[in-house]
């Protein structure tokens, strides 16, 4: 390792004494002269027509500007791949939790009493909340169209013909829960106006580039006009990739020509960004006698919740790894992203990949249970080496070292017990 410069040695944080000693600065951390402060009216119902009146709130001392969807100075949406979400919903919610005003005050506690004063009339609507409820073609509508936002399909050999041949056929079906990142720092953010014009917005984010298109385009203006900075991070794991209060402080700053800030305390962070998808896994595997496996059939449905964000990636991901780090002949795979009136999900750790050993690892274990056969053996019969071919397609010529990983391990853990068991 001696002729690597990083590769094998210790090396120091760049950011690693700041933040020891507590100096890193984040957003939460950044104050700036005639400040004002922001508070977000947020949806209490899932699915419902609204209509707003901000007047008597409008008139609260200390009060400077309420926005509505009617101040947005450019297209009122937003989003990662699919312009779904509203920066400020307009006559419809889909979720709690949707904004639908910014109340931009002197101080965080006058801009939270402004919030209490706004008054809001729900017409509800039906609401649907199961992803397999969601893609029947009576369900409720979120989008005003089919729920279903996305359908991958994988076809490798012929299902049919292979369960045929199994001696063994296992089917089961398996449900991941809805996991928020709890990142240590919540959403936080300044926005102000330099004197050439630019509007600065100064928040904890993963794609700064991307914010900088997404707010132009709100606001109306071109994106040299528009600059991020992105202070430290206290955490993101993916959702942070998702637009929060950028384009409501941006909007603001703008607006009133004053800085304007904005932290979410716990409970609202949990409203505002994304989820890790919960799936809902039907499989169906087979295998002769030897333990080999021979056909596999999935269907995987992904609620996205209210809005898209990064479902067709994280679905998509979801069918191509949902054969497992195994190869297999006889592959049928269909994964969906589906719509519905829950918090809405997007990118966590692992990206659709992560849910998916839930499914097809204890579907290993069931069979090699009936078939009398330990469950590392049954995964070195089957796993990926140097130049399988995967359900895809994809032929892996290298870094394929899963058959020595399992084998170290077996061995280690065997050896661990042999101590502790004598």
């Given amino acids: 390792m001696n002729n690597y410069k990083n590769i ?35 949806s209490t119902e899932p699915h419902a027509y609204f209509k707003i009146d901000i007047s008597e709130a409008e008139k609260l001392d200390g ?26 919903c307009k006559e419809k919610v889909r979720r709690i939790g949707d904004p639908i005003a910014f109340v931009i005050a002197e101080s965080p506690k006058k801009a939270k009493e402004a919030k209490k004063l706004i008054k809001i009339q729900y017409e509800k609507i039906s609401a649907v909340f199961d992803p397999k409820e969601a893609m029947k073609e009576n369900a409720p509508k979120i989008h005003d169209d089919s729920n279903i936002v996305y359908h991958y399909k994988c076809r490798k050999g012929n299902v049919e013909k292979g369960f045929k041949k199994c001696d063994v056929i296992v089917e089961r079906e398996y449900k991941t829960s809805m996991v928020d990142h709890a990142f240590l720092q919540p959403e936080s953010g300044l ?22 298109i997404e707010i132009a385009d709100a606001l109306g203006l071109p994106k040299e006009r528009i600059k991020i ?24 700053a703008l607006l009133t020509g004053r800085p304007v800030k904005v932290c979410y305390d716990r409970e609202e962070s949990f409203y505002a960004h994304s989820k890790r998808h919960p799936l809902y896994m039907k499989y169906k595997t087979g295998a002769d006698r030897t333990g080999k496996l021979i056909a596999l059939e999935a269907e995987i449905i992904g609620d996205t919740g209210a809005y898209a964000s990064w479902a067709v ?28 009136n829950n918090p809405f999900c997007g990118a966590m750790r692992g990206f659709g990949a992560t849910q998916i050993p839930v499914a097809c690892e204890q579907q290993m274990d069931i069979i090699a249970e009936k078939l009398g056969i330990s469950p590392v053996e049954i995964r070195l019969r089957n796993c990926f080496r140097k130049n399988s071919v995967t359900a895809t397609g994809q032929v892996l010529v290298e870094s394929v070292p899963l058959d020595k990983c399992i084998r170290i391990v077996s061995k280690r853990l065997f050896a661990e017990s042999e101590m502790v068991w004598g």
């Fill in 8 to 42: 094998g040695k210790n090396l120091l944080r760049v950011d690693g004494k700041q933040k020891v000693m507590g100096k890193t600065k984040y957003p939460q951390d950044i104050y700036m002269d005639d400040m004002l402060y922001g508070a977000t009216l947020r």
């Fill in 313 to 340: 990636n994280v679905l998509r991901k979801s069918g191509v790894h949902a054969t497992g780090p195994y190869e297999i002949d006889n592959v049928k795979i269909d994964s969906y992203a589906v719509y519905t």
């Fill in 191 to 212: 926005s102000y106006m330099e004197e050439d014009g630019t509007l600065v917005i100064c928040a904890a984010t993963q794609y700064p580039h991307f914010d900088q």
């Fill in 229 to 252: 900075i992105n202070p430290a991070v206290g955490g993101a794991f993916g959702g942070r990739e998702d637009i929060t209060m950028q384009i409501h402080i941006g909007l603001g």
């Fill in 63 to 88: 009060v400077v500007k309420i926005l509505t969807h009617r101040d947005i100075t450019g297209e009122n949406r937003h989003g990662v791949l699919f312009k779904d979400h509203e920066v400020l």
